[in-house]
DNA sequence: ATATAATGTAATATTAAATATTACAGTTTA
DNA sequence: TAAACTGTAATATTTAATATTACATTATAT
């Protein structure tokens, strides 16, 4: 797996503690600790899914629109991820029965794991995320 | 992820179904469709956890020898691939409380998840896989 | 009008991870 | 004692993830 279902998460957090205002790119970028191209990206992903906006040109960005409560991280994960817990199998040889079957039969399994581990994301939205970074910060000792 | 954890599957069931005599890492490797050195590998650490028995010399190789619905995938998940499902987070900007916390929180978020897939995962254990395999051959058309 | 600051996106380069290969020591059998 | 295996380390290759460059497009401010 890529680590675009966590940068989104990161992104979209980052936003939804500036709704007042749009946010760069780079700006974001720089708290994410990757590239400004690969963030306009994964929020390109975003914005097309309607979870945000973006404006072009000076002063422009993007921005959180929606409720905190309104986006959990299972839809992001579909957006960004789905899929990605598929094992990579390689061909393997038609003529054993094990061979020749146990790609779909992996295919059938990972679906369900997909789909249960959904039962778990949608728990998440970008609220109790924010919840978790601010109990992070406080318990921290600095 | 790697795919050590379909390998074990593969390799598990393979043997599964030979369990009156030893198969090779050759034979196996043949089945599954990657180098006989990884399956060795793979094969190793099950060894390590009583899932299988080895032999050495002419005529060895690896054995099956635990009941078929002894051994489930959540099993084989956590020897080959625990912690697969975290995502590796870059050094994020600790002077943004959102880069400062995040890693941490999502580090929290997927142990939990993790531990939720166990559950579903708990669920196939070998006998299971079989049947599906079983399954797939009958219902396909040749 | 025009310079500037932003997004949008494709193309390419680089880095990191997964996998394959080689090599060889140790074991068992015939 | 030769042959057929496992066990494992070291290295090479391939593939996937990420970064970088480049540039078109859009909006703002002067």
Same mark, same amino acid.
């Given at each position: 797996?890529?680590?675009?279902?966590?940068?989104?998460?990161?992104?979209?957090?980052?936003?939804?503690?500036?709704?007042? +205002?749009?946010?760069?790119?780079?700006?974001?970028? %720089?708290?994410?600790?990757?590239? !400004?191209? +690969?963030?306009?990206?994964?929020?390109?992903?975003?914005? *097309?899914?309607?979870?945000?906006?973006?404006?072009?040109?000076?002063?422009?960005?993007?921005?959180?629109?929606?409720?905190?409560?309104?986006?959990?991280?299972?839809?992001?994960? +579909?957006?960004?991820?789905?899929?990605?817990?598929?094992?990579?199998? !390689?061909?393997?040889?038609?003529?054993?029965?094990?061979?020749?079957?146990?790609?779909?039969?992996?295919?059938?399994?990972?679906?369900?794991?997909?789909?249960?581990?959904?039962?778990?994301? *949608?728990?998440?939205?970008?609220?109790?995320?924010?919840?978790?970074?601010?109990? %992070?910060?406080?318990?921290?000792?600095?």
């Amino acid at each position: 797996m890529n680590s675009d279902f966590t940068l989104a998460i990161h992104s979209l957090t980052f936003l939804a503690l500036q709704r007042d +205002r749009m946010s760069t790119s780079d700006a974001i970028s %720089e708290s994410a600790g990757v590239h !400004p191209v +690969r963030i306009r990206k994964v929020l390109s992903l975003l914005k *097309k899914h309607g979870f945000i906006k973006s404006k072009e040109g000076t002063g422009g960005g993007f921005i959180f629109t929606l409720d905190l409560s309104e986006v959990n991280l299972w839809d992001i994960y +579909r957006i960004t991820s789905e899929g990605a817990l598929q094992p990579k199998c !390689p061909d393997s040889n038609k003529n054993c029965i094990v061979g020749a079957n146990m790609k779909r039969v992996l295919f059938t399994i990972f679906l369900g794991a997909e789909e249960h581990l959904g039962e778990f994301l *949608k728990n998440y939205t970008i609220k109790e995320v924010i919840d978790l970074v601010n109990q %992070e910060q406080n318990s921290s000792c600095d």
